[in-house]
């Protein structure tokens, strides 16, 4: 089973597109979502490269996983959060980072298998753009399992 990533927390669409378009690189395959909405410009068509799965509330995604065997990675700038350099990512993650103005929600948080944090130096800005900061745990989790991954995409010979 590969990654998933869940956007119902994101209200701009720009954000939503960056992070399934960052997600598929690095091999994420299913978006959970909380509506209907599955076409995203900023997705640059990576959006039809992914599966969509509605999910309507924040319980149905909880047990969606629970069943599925998906475990909640959440991405929050807290003290009780891990380090992302110390993390080591549980299999079949579902990323979820937090909504642009109220972050992620105490019950994912209170779900959560793993809280990763990105640290900051300490300057004016004090919290990063919610995909920018999904974009990078992603990364991370990609270069620390690479190695783990099943290689899906055919690449047509003599294209690099
Ligand atoms: C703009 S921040 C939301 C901040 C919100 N006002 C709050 O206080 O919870 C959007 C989201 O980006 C993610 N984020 C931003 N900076 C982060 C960091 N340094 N480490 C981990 N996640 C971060 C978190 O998911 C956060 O909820």
């Known amino acids: 089973m590969k990654p998933a990533v869940y956007l119902g927390n994101l209200k701009n669409p720009s954000n939503r597109g960056t992070c399934i378009r960052t997600g598929e690189s690095f091999g994420v395959n299913l978006i959970m979502t909380n509506d209907l909405i599955t076409n995203y410009k900023y997705s640059q068509g990576t959006s039809n490269h992914v599966i969509f799965l509605q999910l309507k509330t924040e319980k149905e995604v909880i047990d969606y996983c629970k069943k599925n065997h998906h475990k909640i990675v959440c991405i929050e700038n807290i003290p009780e959060a891990i380090d992302i350099k110390d993390v080591n990512y549980p299999a079949n ?46 990364q991370d989790w990609f270069q620390k399992n690479k190695k783990k991954q099943i290689q899906t995409k055919q690449i047509p010979k003599g294209k690099k």
């Open 93 to 138: 993650p579902l990323f979820i980072t937090g909504n642009e103005n109220f972050g992620v929600s105490k019950l994912f948080l209170d779900n959560a298998r793993i809280i990763v944090k990105i640290p900051q130096a300490d300057t004016y800005c004090r919290c990063l753009n919610t995909a920018v900061a999904c974009s990078i745990v992603m």
